[in-house]
């Protein structure tokens, strides 16, 4: 028969055994090491469950501390080996294959709380012990005769059984008494601490107001005192201890005797000084985190009047790159050889260097000159990143982006100049990387602005912000007005109307391109819609077309084809009086795939217009493999006719492109014509329509209309 494997209550009970043999050396009790062990065994389940629990309680931890300390665990070792015995064993009988990191963290945080309630119970435990002795002591010097053995011996039990150290000293500090307890803190007999004087235990970390303190109750001016203090060993290590030194008087009252009461804080101390490092410091590099950075800053910037300060933000250009192809190891060792180099840079008085996450990094200089410091400061990291890091026997290039922001101090707030230097570093990476730049408050200014805008896109289109305006196509030939291109504006509540260049990169970016142009299509083939039927009432013209531009998210849409076909059929268009327009350089060595939805289009009738043609590769023989019926040349080719005569350079190669076009079927429109003579050219040349100023700017739809009835009847 096979063993069947452990359960958690078996792994539970593996857990209290080991945490059992751990502590009970340093416990004062009576009870066997087994039914020491059946006392630790909810507190271990405690633990488990809230190592285990969705939401993180604390309280787990303090109350599993404070049963230690009834349990009698009150030596120095005790919570020292409780702690050790949590650290490296809870997680591993009752994680029960969770996400380790998490449970490490959760862990550290349960023995940050141990030690927590341990503290509070041992402190309310020697508070009573306080009470108990000073009581003891008091009564000593009060009983009567026939008392007095009674009361000494009272005394004498609390005395040597108390968990905390007591000696007792005249008012000159030399010591008379001292207790067990006291002897095992300090590591030495008694004849090295009895008739040692009090005065001489100093340590340069005492507080200030130590000596005063002493000096007050030694003349009866105060009762007694409490404070944290620190004591040298006899072997040269330092004892830290919650001392409380009573005034003892005799029967009239006179001062006669010093009281001291010593807790031991050491290992708590030395706990939370571990605690405050990992949450300070970054675990894979050791440098400074962004908590310690944020305290470190904010009070750079709280700094007096004539105190300035410089900031370094970097990022690595290509990280990302390096992670996917190599591995995040490879990855976290270039951090670390980037975080040494960074940590060389930063050794001169105010400066430091910390990571906030990532690939950021944020070097620090304080003081009165940081006009220049900040610069030499850059300069040195860049210089740093230079040489290789070798890794897995491969050299990598190092190259990183950096924002500079310097200043007075008191004039900012620390999320300020984080964000501006973010912004900053950005503009550096922008720029082409490898680069540092300097805030510029035009530069934050737009961006913040870039920003605003980016979150309030998806909310403008629920809140019909955006409305459509029309600029006409007009024939050159006869003048005619045969239909318009739609062109989308923001009105936004605190900038005002808005043109396309100033948000749909925003949308394109964020994805809310794809509802947006589907809401432009739609609005634009239902205008179209109403432009046909009151054309054809009226004058029995032809239709109006409606041009509607694609951006290269759209194209990629699995439902651009389906979403056209039901907007033309809800709005019982026909298909060829809608043109969509898709820039030259979103189709530049664009595959079939991309290729596949415009072609179903234009089998189905819909124009596609090539826009801006002449500002990419214009690979003209390209042409032949795309589905596009129509050629938009981009504005610059009209530029150059605006004077007289006009550029033949300009003249021979719009001519070629519209020869070209017209011999592969296709219909030329220009755009940005603004002048008579431009569109008499452009008509001589062969092209087939033109828009621009010269004709309409970008209007209302009624406009649109009035424009056809003037061109018809004219």
Known sequence: MTAEPDGPEDRLRRFATIWSRAVFPATSTSLTRVEFEERLLPLARRLSEALRARDFDADAGQEVGAALVDAHCTDPDALSH????????????????????????????????????????????????????????????????????????????????????IAISDLEGTILQVNGA?????????????????????????????????????????????TEKAFYRPDGTVLWTNLTVSLLRDADGHPRFQLALMEDTTERRLLNLRLRYEATHDALTGLPNRTLFFERLEKALSAGDGQRF????????????????????????????????????????????????????????????????????????????????????????????????EGPAGERGPAEVLRSADITMYRAKSAGG??????????????????????????????????????PLVHLEDGTVRGAEALVRWLHPQHGVLGPDRFIPLAERTGLIVPLGRWVLEQSVRQAREWQERHRDKLGAGPLRVNVNLSPCQLTHPGLVQDTVDILERAGLEPDTLCLEVTESALIGADDEVLKPLRRLAEMGVDIALDDFGTGYSNLANLRRLPVSVLKLDRSFTQGMQQFPADPVDLRIVEGIVSLAHSLDLTVTVEGVETGAQAEQLRILGCDTAQGWYYARPGPPERLHDLALVDATG
């Open 182 to 226: 006291l002897l095992r803190m300090f590591g030495g007999s008694e004849h090295t601490v009895r008739e040692r004087n009090a005065r001489d235990w100093t340590h340069p970390d005492d507080a200030p107001q130590v000596c005063r303190l002493y000096e007050e109750l030694v003349r009866g001016e105060r009762e007694h005192y409490h």
């Open 82 to 165: 409780a702690l050790h015995c949590v650290d490296a064993y809870l997680v591993l009988y009752c994680g029960e294959n969770g996400p380790q990191e998490d449970l490490r963290a959760r862990s550290s945080r349960l023995q940050h709380a141990m030690a927590a309630g341990y503290a509070q119970a041992l402190r309310e435990r020697t508070l009573a012990e306080q009470e108990a002795i000073a009581q003891a002591a008091l009564n000593a010097q009060g009983a009567v005769a026939q008392a007095l053995h009674e009361s000494e011996a009272r005394f004498r039990a609390v005395f040597e059984g108390a968990a905390i150290g």
């Open 434 to 471: 490898n680069r540092y730049e300097v805030a510029d408050a035009e530069a934050d200014a737009r961006a913040i602005t870039r920003h605003g805008l980016t979150t309030a896109l998806p909310m403008a289109l629920d809140r019909s912000e955006f409305f459509i305006e029309y600029q």
């Open 310 to 405: 410089g900031l370094c933000y970097l990022d690595l250009d290509g990280f990302k790159t390096i992670n996917d192809s190599l591995g995040h190891a490879a990855g976290d060792r270039l951090l670390v050889e980037v975080a040494d180099r960074l940590q060389s840079c930063a050794t001169a008085p105010g400066e430091m260097v910390a990571r906030l996450g990532g690939d950021e990094f944020v070097a620090l200089t304080t003081g009165p000159e940081t006009q220049r410091e900040v610069d030499d400061l850059a300069d040195r990291i860049m210089n740093a990143l230079v040489t290789p890091v070798r890794i897995e026997g491969r050299e990598l290039l190092v190259r990183g982006s950096i924002g500079i922001v």
